[in-house]
């Protein structure tokens, strides 16, 4: 069973600075990719950041230059470091990872909120 844990949201004002972190258990290596997504109450989910698996990544056109994603070296946590947020960034961020062949797994999401 795989299970995702987010931390680090919070409420920070527009320009600053957050790191969201990914706690990932489970046996994960035959993962297609995995990254964050978020969503804004009454709007569809939108993928933010992903790493594919052997390690590209992708990033949605609003965060470029903003964002990082990033995967640590023993490979179960993925962060994304937000740089530069804006009140259009404000909503709750989820974990995700996509497994081949298998069913993906969802965090359960942790508020950010960005406003003065």
């Known amino acids: 069973q795989v299970q995702l844990v987010e931390s680090g949201g919070g409420l920070v004002q527009p320009g600053g600075s957050l790191r969201l972190s990914c706690a990932i258990s489970g046996d994960i290596s035959n993962f297609n990719y995995m990254g964050w997504y978020r969503q804004v109450q009454g709007d569809t989910r939108e993928p933010v950041a992903v790493i594919f698996n052997p390690g590209h990544t992708n990033y949605a056109d609003s965060v470029k230059g903003r964002f990082t994603i990033s995967r640590d070296g023993g490979g179960n946590t993925v962060d994304l470091q937000m740089n530069d947020l804006r009140p259009d960034d404000t909503a709750v961020y989820y974990c995700?990872?996509?497994?081949?062949?298998?069913?993906?797994?969802w965090g359960q999401g942790t508020q950010v909120t960005v406003s003065s």
């Open positions: 995700y990872i996509d497994m081949r062949g298998s069913t993906g797994y």
